[in-house]
């Protein structure tokens, strides 16, 4: 029983430190946006973090951002980059690729032809390539399909997009 107490004890303190260690996080992303006055034409604000290989979202309004949601991504490689500067939300649409025998799903335009989207999928649905938190792409934002189908879904043309 003695054993089990401990096991017990110490999953709920590792439990506690990830739970302590994502709202230091969360503060921190919410401070740094509003400390840098950034206003959006919406009540949303999409923070792309280049070097944490995050998706940071946001409502609420100019120096009063709440994140609500922070996503794992794949950024351009270095031969390739994912253009730094601030943008708006453009048009979507529901997939690409298909001519070229892979498909990227829930693409939401931020700077021509950059775009947030899935992960890349082969035509029968597997997996091409699910890799995140990396530098690999042409300069798009990849995600898994369910956080690019969530701003595809939610993101209403004009939200600011800020990466740096």
Not at 68 to 87: A, D, Q, R, W
Request: aromatic share 14%.
């Amino acid at each position: 029983m003695r054993i089990l107490d401990i096991i017990f004890n110490k999953k709920i303190e590792s439990f506690k430190i990830k739970k302590d260690l994502y709202r230091e996080k969360t503060l921190d992303a919410a401070k740094f946006v509003n400390s840098k006055n950034f206003s959006s034409l919406t009540n949303y604000l999409i923070w792309v973090d280049l070097n944490n290989f995050k998706v940071n979202i946001f409502k609420g309004n100019k120096n009063n951002w709440s994140l609500i949601h922070s996503y794992l991504c794949t950024i351009g490689k270095p031969s390739t980059p994912t253009p730094k500067g601030n943008y708006r939300v453009g048009v979507k649409g529901l997939y690409f690729g298909v001519n070229k025998g892979y498909e990227c799903w829930y693409y939401t335009q931020f700077k021509g032809n950059y775009l947030f989207h899935s992960i890349i999928y082969n035509l029968d649905g597997s997996i091409r390539d699910g890799r995140l938190g990396m530098r690999l792409s042409d300069g798009c934002i990849r995600l898994a399909k369910i956080n690019a189908k969530w701003i595809w879904d939610n993101m209403p043309e004009g939200t600011s997009v800020i990466i740096s």
